[in-house]
């Protein structure tokens, strides 16, 4: 999903807006070629008889439309994202699903009173790094 919304090399701003401004505009074209011969001014019949084809076409057209600017919307989502300082996918920090606030077992929240904190090594868990870290060197193109 990281891949999907933070794309290493997603396409220009410039090239989604044009993209979706041509298949907006399609979109308004195709509409209007099916819409225009059931209307009673192209056609032999009236208003009451033509309106239910016009109202299923024209919701569908507005349904396309709506669609693909979402879509618009979501590809342009990594240019939106770009301009924010300090916003990346590693900067979300996350809680622990035992810590939440809505736990309703009174020695498990952490929104209540204060209790007492266990000072003895069994608090303080063991180490995650096994080995220390190794200096970076740029790997060479051959």
């Not at 907006?24 to 009451?48: E, I, K, N």
């Not at 016009?54 to 569908?60: E, M």
Request: hydrophobic share 45%.
């Amino acid at each position: 999903m990281q891949q999907f919304l933070f794309p290493r090399r997603p396409l220009s701003r410039g090239t989604l807006i044009f993209c979706h401004l041509l298949l907006q505009l399609g979109l308004l074209t195709a509409a209007a070629l099916w819409l225009m011969p059931r209307t009673p001014v192209l056609a032999s019949t009236d208003w009451v008889t033509a309106w239910p084809a016009l109202a299923v076409g024209g919701g569908l057209w507005l349904l396309g439309a709506m669609t693909l600017r979402l879509l618009a919307e979501l590809c342009l989502l990594p240019h939106h994202l770009k301009g924010r300082p300090g916003f990346a996918p590693g900067d979300v920090m996350t809680r622990s699903f035992e810590r939440r606030p809505a736990v309703h077992a009174e020695d498990a929240a952490w929104t209540s009173e204060a209790r007492h904190l266990e000072t003895e090594a069994s608090v303080v868990g063991s180490a995650r790094i096994t080995r220390p870290a190794e200096p970076f060197r740029p790997q060479g193109m051959g």
